[in-house]
T-cell receptor, first 114, second 112 residues
Framework: DGGITQSPKYLFRKEGQNVTLSCEQN?????MYWYRQDPGQGLRLIYY???????QKGDIAEGYSVSREKKESFPLTVTSAQKNPTAFYLC?????????????FGDGTRLSIL | QKEVEQDPGPLSVPEGAIVSLNCTYS??????FMWYRQYSRKGPELLMY????GNKEDGRFTAQVDKSSKYISLFIRDSQPSDSATYLC????????????FGQGTRLTINP
């Protein structure tokens, strides 16, 4: 089945530790996105990538890093510089050349602090 | 002022009722409008996608856009307990890349 797979489903981080969240898609989509969702809030954009080897900061990029070495993969690293990392992290992808195709989401990774 | 305002609820209605969910926005540059449904501990799934003023219907769901008032709505007819979820509106702006601006979501419960 085509889709977006995020792993792990739950992740725990110790103080001072970097953790990496995985996002893989087999939809052959060019664009991929990372969002953060806090309780009772909408989604906020962390980073996005429109093509392999290129990515751009979103609205809340501080304390996060990404890479896009393969079309199907867009991992997110939550660094120790992110002081409030507890949240639900969502990855999305979008196909098509124009800007009017909708984004489709994975089922998220819930990150908590130990 | 937030670019997108959405009443977080919670909203609780009996089964079979018509549900109305609403968002207002301030940025007239938004070009497309979406509604996503999100079940607990899951990612959002796309429900409706519109780009012009007027109504778009898909089964029990109707999306309404009024660009002059900067107001969008989602109506659910014959609501079912399985419709219980958080509903997120999202506005699309294209500035070199597509960006979504989300409302905070409305938590909806349909009571049997």
């Amino acid at each position: 089945d085509g889709g977006i797979t995020q792993s792990p489903k739950y992740l725990f981080r110790k103080e001072g530790q970097n953790v990496t969240l995985s996002c893989e898609q087999n939809l052959n989509h060019d664009a991929m996105y990372w969002y953060r969702q806090d309780p009772g809030q909408g989604l906020r954009l962390i980073y996005y990538s429109q093509i392999v080897n290129d990515f751009q900061k979103g609205d809340i990029a501080e304390g996060y890093s990404v890479s896009r070495e393969k079309k199907e993969s867009f991992p997110l690293t939550v660094t120790s510089a992110q002081k409030n990392p507890t949240a639900f992290y969502l990855c999305a992808s979008r196909g098509g050349r124009g800007g009017n195709q909708p984004q489709h989401f994975g089922d998220g990774t819930r990150l908590s602090i130990l | 002022q937030k670019e997108v305002e959405q009443d977080p609820g919670p909203l609780s209605v009996p089964e079979g009722a018509i549900v109305s969910l609403n968002c207002t926005y301030s940025n007239s540059a938004f070009q497309y409008f979406m509604w996503y449904r999100q079940y607990s501990r899951k990612g959002p799934e796309l429900l409706m996608y519109t780009y012009s003023s007027g109504n778009k219907e898909d089964g029990r769901f109707t999306a309404q856009v009024d660009k002059s008032s900067k107001y969008i709505s989602l109506f659910i007819r014959d609501s079912q307990p399985s419709d219980s979820a958080t509903y997120l509106c999202a506005m699309v702006i294209i500035q070199g890349a597509q960006k979504l601006v989300f409302g905070q979501g409305t938590r909806l419960t349909i009571n049997p």
